[in-house]
């Protein structure tokens, strides 16, 4: 079974950090390309990061450029997301997500397997 878990999340302060974790089973991760993805409420689900399987590419939205760091760790089938000077319009729930494409996408649509998500609250 494919599990995608996700931990880290919670409330700080604006300009602070958190570190997300994603945990995968059930596949072959360092076959998959990773990505990061958040939803804040009434708002469409966005990519935030993505780092690809082979050669580890990694893609960022503009918001997030030079604050936002992903990260892999195949030999612990663990993804990272590390997140700094967050910003109250950070705030959303965070999701990890695989796929067997080559590169990196920011596109939900590319995406096989899901995490439930967790909350990153930012307050100013």
């Known amino acids: 079974e494919v599990q995608l878990v996700e931990s880290g999340g919670g409330l700080v302060q604006a300009g602070g950090s958190l570190r997300l974790s994603c945990a995968a089973s059930g596949f072959t991760f360092e076959d998959y390309t990773i990505g990061w993805f958040r939803q804040a409420p009434g708002k469409e689900r966005e990519g935030v990061s993505s780092i690809s399987r082979g050669d580890d590419g990694t893609y960022y939205r503009d918001s997030v450029k030079g604050r936002f760091t992903i990260s892999r760790d195949n030999a612990k089938n663990t993804m990272y997301l590390q997140m700094n000077s967050l910003k109250p319009e950070d705030t959303a729930v965070y999701y990890c997500?695989?796929?067997?494409?080559?590169?990196?996408?920011?596109?939900?649509?590319?995406?096989?397997?899901w995490g439930q998500g967790t909350q990153v609250t930012v307050s100013s």
């Open positions: 997500a695989a796929t067997d494409y080559d590169y990196g996408s920011l596109a939900d649509i590319d995406y096989d397997y």
